[in-house]
């Protein structure tokens, strides 16, 4: 997603408008200053996208077409975060961050998408959600027009990130190489954790998703004559939860069928260049024209959805916590659910400026589209090898090797045919989104 950014970066040397190229120095053989980059964000994001649902039981369908689907729900949902960001210099092109996003207010809703009315949205007739709606604002209350799910404004913070950098090269010290980056940032759970429950649907603002994460990055920047090509790489993967995420949640899907239970691992690339307006190299002012891109690719794991807070304690969708032990040991659903791998592109413009060397500030914009994919995912579970002499664990003692059997460790606990099963999927489709935002920079 794209976002505004208002930047603060202190200096002690001149530096270039693009932040891809800022260092901050640490204390060096050259004059012994500690450089230091002070930087403030704030980014207003816009999202949208249509919920699908795939449809079988239509006598006049053909057996050779592919799966029919059907309009049920459109999503719309506003963000705006604040994030503060310092960068402190060790020694000779090495740095420390640490950085804290905290989302302001965040607001989301479901309405019913062109041609659905509260008669025929599959959501309602399957009882997920009542035909008066939804109104979470309200205390459950019936919603108006068309909308039929509103959620409760969110606001607080997610994690805190810690990082560390090193510089290789840096085009500062020495023009005839560019400036490469390395670094690697752990991104630490400390805000509550996002839950909803519709029996008291104020009780939790929170936006939190108590889930610890590591990410690697590089970047490389180069400044020739007019043009300063871009680009960073990064990758990032959950290694831990707190303990009352939703991702571990249940711990008894563990040695049962459950596969990717986890928030699903993130990599992707920014690209870019700035095209030079105005220079003047006496007194360090500067404007320049940012265009790149970026893609991110989504792999599949669990994650909150569209649908997540309408899932939620859903007593429609109640899980079996052991699939094993006879009669159903009834575990409410989490909302999250198996989020089918995709890709999200964006477009990204910027105008940066330097008012002497100290002080940047740039305004942004992104627009955001994402590719279909599957919202509800999970799969019934893992097919297991048939016990024998030699095998009396990790086996079922009547294997069929094709399907999965029931009342066996073969089952995964979080399985809904309701939502999951082939044919009852929901399928979020045209995503689309836009980012403005302001960064401000001082470097001292």
Known sequence: MLRPAFVLVLCARAASANPAADVPAGIDDAGGRVDAIGTLDYEFEQDSSQIWREHIGDPTASSNSPLPTERDLAFRQSRHTITPRLDIGLYHDTWISVALPVI?????????????DRTTSSTVTDGFLPP??????????????????RGVDRRGLDQIHLGIGVAPMNQAR?????????????????GDVMKFDPTMPGANTAVGYGVHELRLWTSFDRKVGLFEPHMDLWWQAPIGTTKDSLFDYPASGSGFGATNTGKGMQAGTHFGVEINAYDDPVNHDHVGIDLGGVVTAHFEGRDYSEMWEVFANNPQLALDADPVTPGMQTLPYPGISNIEQ???TRLTAAVRASIGPKVHFAATFA?????????????????????????????????????????????????????DLVGHRYLSQDNFGYILGAQGEVLF
């Open 104 to 116: 302001v207010n965040q607001s989301r809703q479901l309405s019913l998408d062109s041609g659905v």
């Open 132 to 149: 008066a709606g939804f109104d979470a604002q309200n205390n459950g209350g019936a919603t108006a027009g068309d909308v039929m799910f």
């Open 174 to 190: 020495d023009p005839s190489k560019p400036t490469w980056k390395l670094g690697a940032e752990l991104r630490l759970a400390i």
């Open 342 to 344: 995709y890709l999200e």
């Open 367 to 419: 627009l955001m589209w994402e590719t279909d994919h599957s919202i509800t995912f999970a799969d019934a579970g893992v097919v297991l090898p048939t016990c024998g002499a030699t095998m009396t664990t990790g086996c079922v003692q009547m294997g069929d090797g094709n399907i999965i059997q029931p009342g066996t460790a073969e089952v995964n606990p979080l399985h809904n045919d309701k939502i």
